[in-house]
């Protein structure tokens, strides 16, 4: 599944028509933690990132084949895994994440200038 907020898409189809919104780094932050709250809401998933193109990163084969020394680092920051997906790739960094789930913290965007600047990626 995919969540596109209104406005904040870096030149998506589903934003044409709608005035681009020019968000700080501290505000996509904080839409990013907004978003990991709704998804500690739900359920029946193997793995979600917040982001920009996170596909690459939610696939479990993908992930073990070619992040693992990231996954045993901790270092792919807002990573969600189930309990059951790659549970030997899971190092200090994993923490408890809502029912049945763990993940690598979110750490925020990196960058204080605003998108249309600076694009988060």
Same mark, same amino acid.
């Given at each position: 599944?995919?969540?596109?907020?209104?406005?904040?898409?870096?030149?998506?189809?589903?934003?044409?028509?709608?005035?681009?919104?020019?968000?700080?780094?501290?505000?996509?932050?904080?839409?990013?933690?907004?978003?990991?709250?709704? +998804? #500690? @809401?739900?359920?029946?998933?193997? /793995?979600?990132?917040?982001?920009?193109?996170?596909?690459?990163? $939610?696939?479990? =084969?993908?992930?073990?084949?070619?992040?693992?020394?990231?996954?045993?680092?901790?270092? +792919? #920051? @807002?990573?969600?895994?189930?309990? /059951?997906?790659?549970?030997?790739?899971?190092?200090?960094?994993? $923490?408890?994440? =809502?029912?049945?789930?763990?993940?690598?913290?979110?750490?925020?965007?990196?960058?204080?200038?605003?998108?249309?600047?600076?694009?988060?990626?």
């Amino acid at each position: 599944m995919s969540v596109l907020p209104r406005g904040v898409g870096n030149g998506v189809a589903l934003d044409r028509g709608h005035e681009p919104a020019q968000l700080t780094t501290a505000e996509l932050t904080q839409l990013g933690h907004r978003l990991y709250q709704l +998804l #500690s @809401g739900f359920t029946g998933y193997q /793995a979600a990132q917040v982001g920009w193109d996170p596909e690459w990163r $939610v696939d479990p =084969a993908e992930l073990g084949r070619e992040w693992a020394d990231e996954l045993v680092a901790g270092t +792919l #920051s @807002g990573v969600v895994l189930a309990r /059951a997906v790659l549970p030997d790739l899971r190092g200090a960094g994993w $923490v408890p994440f =809502a029912p049945g789930f763990r993940w690598i913290p979110y750490t925020g965007e990196g960058s204080p200038t605003p998108t249309s600047d600076n694009p988060t990626t």
